[in-house]
Structure formats: structure tokens, C-alpha cells
């Protein structure tokens, strides 16, 4: 049997980092939405248009990685692996740039022009769901290093 690589598909590891991303992307997503005007600025929109395809992204893979840690059956074929890697590194670099552009908005808000965009605790949620958008992608990250260290393997 092949040595199990902690953080690839099919590993509790991996079970571990597709909770945490769902966990701070819908951390992310309830900062940003519940009780906030996001639509009126564009990077917030993408912020929550790319983390409502982590989320689903994100849960399907835990569910994966659940049944294979009872089951202790990794299913580890490369065409499966290969797309889980494509759609890892796809999500992990629009959470990036969606973590970023957030950020950057937000900062802009608190110090350029706070009293006129919006106020403090306003500002702090925004902040907050950049914070957890970059969390999340870190964890992202993680999952898609992990498995791409993994597919030379299955060759």
C-alpha cells in the first residue's frame, strides 16, 4: 500500500483544511452580507461571488475526504485527482484576488475616507470578512499544494 501524503485527498488532513475553508468562508460571506450594502462596490461583489463557489467547492471535497477517512479507502485516481487539483489552484487564486481586492477597498474606506464612505463598525465588518477571506485561502492554498504534491505520484 502507498504511503499516505497528510493533507491530500482522502486524509483526515484534508478533511481538517475543507472544513476550515468552509468554516472562514462563510465567516467571510456573513461579515460581508448580513445587514451590509455590499452590491454598491464591485471587489465586495466578487468577494461573495467567488466564496459562494468555495463554499459548495469546499464541502462536496469534505464529504469526499469523509467518506474515504471511514471507509479508509482513498479514491485516488489521477483523472479525479487532476481535477480536484485544476479546481483547486483555480478557486485558490480568485480567493486570492478577491481576498485582496477586498482588503484594499476596505483599507481605502478606513483611511482615506472613513467618515465619508462608511463608519466604524461598518468598516471593521468589511475588514473582518477580508480577514477571514484570506484565511480561508490559506487553507485553500494548502489543499492545492497538498494534492498537486500528490499527482506526480499516481503516474
Given amino acids: ?22 468554516l472562514f468562508s462563510v465567516a467571510s460571506l456573513l461579515f460581508m452580507c448580513v445587514g451590509v450594502e455590499f452590491y454598491a462596490y464591485t471587489s465586495f461583489c466578487f468577494l461573495v461571488t467567488i466564496k459562494g463557489l ?34 483547486d489552484w483555480v478557486l485558490s487564486f480568485l480567493s486570492l484576488a478577491a481576498a485582496c481586492s477586498t482588503a484594499s477597498v476596505a483599507d481605502f474606506m478606513v483611511t482615506e475616507a472613513s467618515a465619508f464612505f462608511c463608519g466604524r463598525k461598518l468598516c471593521s465588518r468589511y475588514q473582518l470578512s477580508a480577514a477571514m477571506a484570506f484565511l480561508s485561502w490559506c487553507l485553500s492554498i494548502a489543499s492545492a499544494l497538498f494534492n498537486l504534491w500528490l499527482l506526480p505520484s499516481l503516474y
Fill in 54 to 87: 468555495t463554499i459548495p467547492w469546499s464541502l462536496t471535497l469534505a464529504m469526499v475526504d469523509a467518506f474515504s477517512v471511514f471507509v479508509k479507502r482513498p479514491s485516488r485516481q489521477v483523472q479525479i485527482v487532476s481535477i480536484i487539483v485544476i479546481g
Fill in 1 to 22: 500500500m502507498e504511503e499516505e501524503l497528510p493533507g491530500a485527498i482522502g486524509t483526515s488532513a484534508s478533511l481538517a483544511l475543507r472544513l476550515g475553508q468552509a
